[in-house]
Nanobody
């Protein structure tokens, strides 16, 4: 089991940038596929991005492709989400997630097994 703690959320104007971080506990971080999801008020949680164990594989939702970048530092047990060109519709609680399945399986399912508590991102117009 892995424990996840997100940080870096906040309020920003449209067009701005934020970087979210997710610190994971445990010595097996490098074996997990990691990802980010988000949930806006009144909407279901949706997939944002995923990254493979070694970081060479990444996958994004169409809504964030070209604006967001997911990365990881296995030495620091941390995964990041760099968000740019933010839009009001990006406003949501962002959740870090981890899964022991392979990258392709996670991307196909667009679901993960372990979740953080979430961090709020608010984009004003």
């Amino acid at each position: 089991q892995v424990e996840l703690v997100e940080s870096g959320g906040g309020s920003v104007q449209a067009g701005g940038s934020l970087r979210l971080s997710c610190a994971a506990s445990g010595r097996t971080f490098s074996t997990y596929t990691m990802g980010w999801f988000r949930q806006a008020p009144g909407k279901e949680r949706e997939f944002v991005a995923a990254i493979s164990w070694g970081g060479s594989g990444t996958y994004y939702a169409d809504s964030v492709k070209g604006r967001f970048t997911i990365s990881r530092d296995n030495a620091k047990n941390t995964v990041y989400l760099q968000m740019g060109s933010l839009k009001p519709e990006d406003t949501a609680v962002y959740y870090c997630a981890a899964d022991g399945r392979g990258f392709r399986a996670v991307v196909a399912a667009r679901s993960m097994g372990s979740w953080g508590q979430g961090t709020q991102v608010t984009v004003s117009s």
